[in-house]
């Protein structure tokens, strides 16, 4: 599933293509924007929603001597406009807490758990695997969860981990 609409993909494309007629690498862009290799890498993968802001554009065409219009399309690309569908996300999200509130019901919770193992337990279930359910969905609906003192949250290192105790 990519995470870019057509148009996107397009412009992503064409930076490729002149990042690399230029003999430029990731890195350079990365340090031309002043931001991290890996942001350039998700940029380019079709599979992850970053994107160049236009700012950025004109900074890589500033430095390349070129006009920022060689990033964008040609032509229009038809393509459904990207939707914000609020029921559906709601639905998402309440699909997500129910899978939750079974844990903390059930005896998971009962030892330390990371974002990536309850993600990990809750994948077992076809209907949260097509969900790409990602740290911010659990932490969206775990931090409330443990101000009301459902769930313990305990920081160790950069991780949050959570517990009945």
Known sequence: MTKKSQYELEIVKNSIQIRNSYNKSQSYFAMLLDVTDGYIGNIENPNR???????????????????????YPDIAIDQPLPKRDAQAKLERTNLIKLGVDNLINSHFFDSKKSIKEIIVELNQQDSYLKLDLTNKDLTDILRPIAKLNALKSVKVGTKNYYSKS
Request: proline share 9%; no cysteine; net charge negative.
């Open 49 to 71: 929603p970053e994107m160049y802001t236009h700012d950025q554009i004109n900074a890589i065409a500033i430095d390349l001597g070129i006009s920022p219009r060689l990033f």
